[in-house]
């Protein structure tokens, strides 16, 4: 079980899905010496560890890990990442704004299409650059309903693991996912207003976290995160303004597809 298990984490890190074995560890929410110790089956694997592992790779078949029946890869469905989509054929193109947000009519409803990062809200910073651009790779694009043409910087990501899921549909999901806007950094030497938009997407190091942001401490210009999910592995924790390389704040999210069958 744990030379398959250790497999599939090899073919996650040569598909660039994590970079290392400790940038898994901080994606699925463990300590790196206890997911090392999981690894070399100095700890039983649990369903708990193969469902984390599996909002990181949805791809990886967790039944192949615990059996060896199966392939080690599911079957890849068909993904919601590329907008206008068939159903929104007959929407209108109207503008786009100087930073690639892309703006549709129908109807009534106004729509604007962003890239969809393909590093997930709890994924690695494979980017060299402090910001995340679409320079290397093609990116996909989502849309989403919006209320206005507006500018600036926007995104959208996909939210992986557990730690900001409450169970509540103002809890984020994995699955989920969210546009979010740039804060450019000029504003960070200002009071940020984080009760108005209290969830951020912060980049640091070679981390991307989807936390909510508590307090912005001027004084000492650190600022300090919160996670939804009261599991005591998900601290608070602060981080000073020069040790972060971007913040997005989220403007709005939209809840993953459902399959019937499931709740």
């Known amino acids: 079980m744990n030379d398959r298990l250790k497999t599939a984490i090899l073919w996650m890190m040569r598909s660039n899905d994590v970079s290392s074995q400790r940038s898994l560890a901080v994606m699925m ?7 090392s110790q999981i690894i070399n089956g100095h700890v039983p694997l649990s369903d ?16 192949w890990i615990r059996t060896g029946v199966g392939e080690m890869l599911l079957p890849v469905k068909g993904e919601n990442n590329v ?14 704004n100087t930073r690639g947000a892309k703006f549709y009519t129908h109807g009534d409803q106004l729509y604007m299409t962003v890239k969809h990062v393909p590093y997930a809200a709890f994924g690695q910073f494979a980017n060299d650059s402090d910001r995340l651009d679409p320079i290397n790779e093609e990116w996909g694009e989502e849309t989403y309903e919006v209320d206005k043409i507006v500018r600036g910087h926007y995104l959208s990501f996909e939210v992986r693991g557990d730690s900001m899921d409450t169970g509540s549909r103002e809890s984020f999901e994995a699955g989920d996912r969210i546009l979010v806007r740039e804060l450019e950094r000029e504003c960070w030497r200002e009071p940020i207003r984080f009760k108005d938009h209290p969830y951020f997407v912060v980049v640091f190091g070679s981390s991307v976290l989807l936390k909510e942001m508590v307090d912005h401490d001027t004084a000492t210009c650190t600022l300090t995160f919160h996670s939804l999910n009261p599991s005591p592995e998900y601290a608070d924790f602060s981080v000073s303004l020069n040790d972060i390389r971007a913040l997005y704040y989220v403007i709005k999210k939209k809840p993953r597809q459902r399959t019937l069958g499931k709740l």
């Open 83 to 96: 907008a206008p989509d068939n159903e929104n054929r007959e929407m209108e193109y109207l503008t786009e």
């Open 48 to 63: 708990k560890f193969l469902s984390r592992l599996a909002t990181v790779e949805p791809r990886v078949n967790s039944e």
């Open 29 to 35: 929410g463990y300590n790196p010496s206890a997911l």
